[in-house]
């Protein structure tokens, strides 16, 4: 999905979901993921290539944008694509750091120990013992 479906960040401050799709986070359940990963896990047996993801998030006041990005990972990794969070320290609406109730801020990291930033570092935890 494409942020250009729902009007980039002009359109993501009040945003429930890609209008006229009744897509949310909240539709997104982990078998909706695996089924848009599948592509890429294909592409990747056929040509013996990694993958990597590099732009993904959720944004911090969305409704279960938390288990949107716990599902996004959960999938990669039993998948074996690669990934890097998007934003750890940019734009505050994609930034684990802070709250989904926090004003907007230019400060690189917000301090708060959010759920996201709890399901990042799960998993971060994960790939260091590999």
Same mark, same amino acid.
């Given at each position: 999905?494409?942020?250009? *479906?729902?009007?980039?960040?002009?359109?993501?401050?009040?945003?429930?979901?890609?209008?006229?799709?009744?897509?949310?986070? +909240?539709?997104? *359940?982990?078998?909706?993921?695996?089924?848009?990963?599948?592509?890429?896990?294909?592409?990747?047996?056929?040509?013996?290539?990694?993958?990597?993801?590099?732009?993904?998030?959720?944004?911090?006041?969305?409704?279960? +944008?938390?288990?949107?990005?716990?599902?996004?990972?959960?999938?990669?990794?039993?998948?074996?694509?690669?990934?890097?969070?998007? +934003?750890?320290?940019?734009?505050?609406?994609?930034?684990?750091?802070?709250?989904?109730?926090?004003?907007?801020?230019?400060?690189?990291?917000?301090?708060?120990?959010?759920?996201?930033?709890?399901?990042?570092?799960?998993?971060?935890?994960?790939?260091?013992?590999?």
């Amino acid at each position: 999905m494409s942020p250009f *479906d729902w009007g980039l960040l002009q359109g993501l401050k009040n945003w429930d979901g890609v209008p006229g799709t009744g897509i949310t986070y +909240s539709t997104y *359940d982990i078998n909706r993921v695996r089924q848009q990963v599948h592509i890429i896990t294909e592409f990747m047996q056929w040509t013996q290539l990694k993958v990597i993801i590099t732009e993904f998030g959720a944004l911090r006041w969305a409704k279960d +944008s938390d288990k949107y990005l716990n599902h996004l990972i959960a999938v990669f990794e039993e998948r074996k694509v690669e990934w890097i969070f998007h +934003s750890m320290a940019g734009w505050n609406g994609w930034n684990p750091t802070f709250t989904a109730d926090r004003e907007e801020s230019q400060e690189p990291h917000g301090g708060d120990e959010t759920p996201a930033l709890q399901i990042l570092k799960h998993y971060w935890q994960l790939n260091q013992q590999e």
